[in-house]
């Protein structure tokens, strides 16, 4: 049995309900806010998280799915490649079968006639006496098939005033070259791999977290012309983690950005509180209690360069007594340490200095105001100084909620400033903050349950008896037009069967279509609850159902 690969999952109904109704709450959030949706592909350029969540993250260091995108036959490069190699022949290179005609003409060859539609066929090489044509087909990385190759030479065999020499050229390793040469006398030319008929391969990553693909469209698009953007998401996200409770390989992301040039008032400690108090309220929407919000400055890359130092100097007496992780993190990110899980490391980093008090006065100064304005719209926090996050574009404000009833992945949201990264990127300057939810782990915390989201159909339809079941279709699609939700059953099926499976699905309405009811257009409903039945005109139906689901 193929099976989800390790760290996948299905979400199946009636779990989805509960999915969609999380989203459908975000969406209504994001539009009071004023957020916008941004959809970005699922995998981007390796080196896009290589430089904007960091080369020492755990994220770049170890999770990431990466692949090459295999290398691509360049075309362009194989006809120079082909062309310089011949020169001495002189081959001649032709772009289009038009042209190609044109130079075969003169030779009394109409080689066109018989390959009608075939693009492939690029170049060919003319001696001066028409006897030997070298014909060099392009394969796109791939041989062609026996059957043309053979069909194709044999036509130009046919005209047997000239000897015909296909060749073919076909990036070595990628077809059994010795089977082609014996079987077709075809010459095979081998070039060699990568160069020159190689475009080098490009590194691809899925996607382990949504900003820095954000950034990325920021920066491709120009967003700055439009100011502020406020963009949100909605997406998997994929980490090749040790999968567990709450921790999946492919696992969801609802986000949010803001970003945009200093002047539209990106860099402003306003933009972090009304992240933050978004979110208490998007938590709120959703009925999660129980919550804390942690809050830390991790401060500038300036704030950063003393604070360093003291790290390294703290490091180094016990640094040999740390996990190998955190001996490599001391040379080259000694912040990173304090991502560090390892129990016995703990309580060396227990006592390793703060960022908090290597803050500069500016830094300092916009924490403070963030706190404020948190403390006027009444979003309770708590500062927690070991909080580094796990990305390293951050920037000042750093902050996480966690959840009790989460246990060990109990950080089911993150977030902050990252106000160099569009510059790390090579994109203009543009101050940012957003953060990411995640949705597994925020469904997990919900104490509504799938069961009650889901929406019930409020009518099935049970026909009854031969060719019901026309009648049946015609009646539901009356009944759909006024916005019920309306399941049907099947003629074959007895009045028992049909009442069973309306009280399965959770019907609040059995109607029954025989053909007494058809002959006085007047239908017998039934409320499966009280079991009271009644019937009614066909015109009164949808009025009748929808009036008792809304009473
Ligand atoms: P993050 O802290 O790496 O931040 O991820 C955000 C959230 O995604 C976590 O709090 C967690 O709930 C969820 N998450 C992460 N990994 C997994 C996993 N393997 N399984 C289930 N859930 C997981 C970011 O990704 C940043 N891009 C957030 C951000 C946006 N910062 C600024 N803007």
Request: one cysteine or more; a negative charge.
């Amino acid at each position: 049995m193929i099976k989800a690969p390790r760290g996948t999952r299905d979400l199946l109904p009636p779990d989805t309900a509960l999915w969609n109704f999380v989203e459908a709450a975000v969406r209504d959030v994001f539009r009071a806010y004023n957020f916008q949706e941004i959809r970005t592909p699922i995998f981007e350029s390796t080196d896009l998280f290589a430089r904007g969540v960091g080369e020492e993250t755990d994220i770049v260091a170890k999770e990431m799915f990466t692949w090459s995108d295999g290398e691509r036959f360049d075309e362009d490069a194989l006809v120079r490649e082909w062309i310089s190699r011949g020169q001495a022949e002189n081959r001649f290179f032709v772009e289009s079968a038009t042209q190609l005609n044109s130079y075969l003409r003169p030779l009394g060859i109409w080689l066109i006639n018989h390959i009608p539609d075939r693009p492939e066929f690029v170049c060919f090489r003319a001696k001066a006496a028409p006897e030997a044509v070298d014909l060099l087909l392009k394969t796109r990385g791939e041989v062609k098939s026996a059957e043309f190759l053979q069909r194709y030479s044999s036509d130009a065999q046919y005209l047997q005033r000239f000897e015909i020499k296909l060749r073919i050229v076909i990036p070595s390793g990628t077809a059994d070259s010795a089977t082609w040469i014996d079987t077709h006398g075809v010459e095979v030319e081998q070039f060699q791999n990568r160069t020159p008929v190689f475009k080098s391969s490009q590194s691809l990553t899925l996607r382990p977290e949504n900003t820095a693909g954000v950034v990325r469209a920021y920066i491709e698009h120009k967003l700055w012309d439009r100011g502020l953007n406020k963009l949100f998401y909605i997406g998997p996200q994929f980490r090749r983690e040790r999968p567990q409770k709450g921790r999946y390989r492919q696992f969801y992301q609802i986000g949010a950005e803001v970003i945009g040039p200093a002047s539209a008032g990106s860099e402003s400690p306003a933009r972090d509180a009304e992240i933050l108090e978004l979110l208490a309220t998007l938590l709120d929407r959703l009925g999660v209690t129980g919550w804390t919000l942690e809050l830390n400055s991790i401060g500038t890359p300036e704030d950063r360069v003393k604070f360093n130092e003291a790290l390294r100097k703290a490091l180094e007496p016990v640094v040999g007594k740390m996990c190998a992780d955190c001996q490599r993190r001391a040379l080259t990110n000694p912040l990173r340490v304090f991502d560090c899980k390892v129990p016995e490391d703990q309580p060396i980093i227990e006592k390793l200095p703060r960022i908090s008090q290597f803050l500069g006065e500016a830094s300092r100064a916009h924490f403070a105001e963030v706190q404020e304005i948190l403390k006027s719209v009444e979003v309770p926090f708590t500062l927690n100084d070991r909080l580094v996050r796990g990305l390293d574009y951050y920037t000042r404000t750093a902050f996480e909620f966690t959840h009790g009833a989460l246990g060990a992945q109990n950080a089911f949201l993150g977030g902050g400033r990252y106000d160099g990264l569009s510059e790390a990127l090579g994109g203009p300057a543009a101050p940012g903050i957003g953060f990411a939810i995640g949705e597994d782990r925020l469904v997990m915390s919900l104490a509504e349950s799938a069961e009650s989201v889901v929406l019930k159909p409020d009518v099935y339809i049970a026909p009854l008896g031969a060719d019901m079941n026309r009648e049946a279709a015609r009646l539901a699609r009356e009944l759909r037009r006024h916005d019920l939700v309306v399941d049907l059953g099947d003629e074959s099926f007895r009045l028992k069967k049909s009442f069973e499976a309306a009280d399965k699905i959770g019907a609040r309405y059995i109607l029954i279509v025989g053909e007494d009811e058809m002959k006085a257009d007047a239908f017998a409903l039934k409320h499966l609850a009280s079991g009271e039945q009644q019937t009614i005109p066909r015109g009164e139906l949808a009025k009748r159902i929808s009036q008792s689901s809304s009473s």
